[in-house]
């Protein structure tokens, strides 16, 4: 009775952590550059006891949230015009320093400061290859490479990591191991907007919000199973 109520737990448990990450997506569903986040579901124990061991078989005990991966395929790209906004094609992530260090993002609506720095929309430097900010003339022009015609800088892209990535929030990301230079391009006066999927996701999100109703409802006959038990043994 106890397992069975764990179980119907476990269930409501993993449907919210699901509908948080269906619910960003929507959130950021107009943000440059956001790239969603899919998860998916699988057996509790099962998978901590494949995680001391070998394969023990199915038990059925319950459910946990799973598998979150950020999905890195390709926003639409919109012409904007703007010398500053700036789009990666294909692989690659724009290297900017933060006051927690490096950082990554896919987000190329930077901007000028005062001192004519390329900043991203938070004021974050971009980096160029060498690990230097970038402070490009008036009427600059990049290169599908990232170079910049005026000054010679190279504007740092690096892939996708293998292993990868950790969002830190404010659209962007940390990323560890050996990073290698990215294999996409980049296009000057355009802008990637999110990968969100809006049909998709709004679809996710009815089913997790089934999912969470019937194990919610099952979470109510546990108790009220373990409640007339109890009464059952005060009565004897």
Do not use: C
Not at 202 to 219: C, E, G, K, P, S
């Amino acid at each position: 009775m106890i397992r069975g109520f764990y179980t119907a737990l476990s269930g409501v448990v993993a449907s919210m952590s699901r509908q948080a990450v269906v619910a960003d997506n929507i959130a950021n569903s107009n943000t440059v550059g956001f790239k969603q986040s899919r998860t998916s579901q699988d057996d509790f124990e099962l998978q901590i006891m494949n995680s001391l061991g070998p394969e023990l078989g199915e038990l059925g005990t319950g459910t946990t949230a799973t598998g979150l991966k950020v999905d890195t395929s390709q926003g639409p790209l919109e012409a904007t015009g703007k010398a500053t906004d700036l789009a990666i094609s294909g692989d690659g992530l724009f290297v900017v320093r933060t006051g927690g260090g490096v950082a990554y993002t896919r987000a190329g609506d930077f901007t000028q400061d005062v001192n004519g720095t390329l900043v991203t929309e938070q004021g974050y430097p971009v980096l160029d290859t060498t690990g230097h900010t970038i402070t490009p003339p008036q009427g600059f022009t990049v290169g599908p490479d990232g170079t910049i015609a005026q000054t010679g800088q190279r504007i740092a892209l690096v892939g996708w990591p293998p292993g990868g990535v950790t969002r830190l929030g404010q659209n962007l990301f940390s990323a560890g191991g050996q990073l290698t230079p990215a294999t996409g391009t980049i296009s000057q006066g355009t802008l990637e907007h999110s990968n969100t999927d809006m049909a998709l996701e709004m679809t996710d999100l009815v089913t997790l919000q089934r999912d969470f109703q019937m194990n919610a409802r099952a979470l109510t006959l546990q108790d009220q199973s373990i409640g007339d038990a109890v009464q059952l043994g005060r009565l004897k």
